[in-house]
């Protein structure tokens, strides 16, 4: 069973910046799929970024130009740069690592807070 542990989320000012690192137990083929998900308080899990094998990434519109995902199969681990960060990014980040139709590991999730 893959265990997914994430950290780097925090307290952070309007503006300011966060990484978030997300790391499997085990090694993990290149070809799952990968994303980052979020969940404000009263609101559902939405989508924000994935990365699929060969690279491709994709993001919600609202945070476009702002967040880069990216993986790195050598560390077993998926990253989110969070840039320009709003206080509508406040929420429980989840990292999921997938392939469809056949498996889904999440992470327990790390908490994210952009306040002044």
């Known amino acids: 069973q893959v265990q997914l542990v994430e950290s780097g989320g925090g307290l952070v000012q309007p503006g300011g910046s966060l990484r978030l690192s997300c790391a499997a137990s085990e090694s993990i083929f290149s070809a799952y799929s990968m994303a980052w998900y979020r969940q404000a308080p009263g609101k559902q899990r939405e989508l924000v970024a994935q990365i699929i094998p060969g690279s491709t990434t994709n993001y919600i519109d609202s945070v476009k130009g702002r967040f880069t995902i990216s993986r790195d199969n050598a560390k077993n681990t998926l990253y989110l740069q969070m840039n320009s960060l709003k206080p509508e990014d406040t929420a429980v980040y989840y990292c999921?690592?997938?392939?469809?139709?056949?498996?889904?590991?999440w992470g327990q999730g790390t908490r994210v807070t952009v306040s002044s």
């Open positions: 999921k690592y997938y392939v469809p139709g056949i498996t889904t590991y």
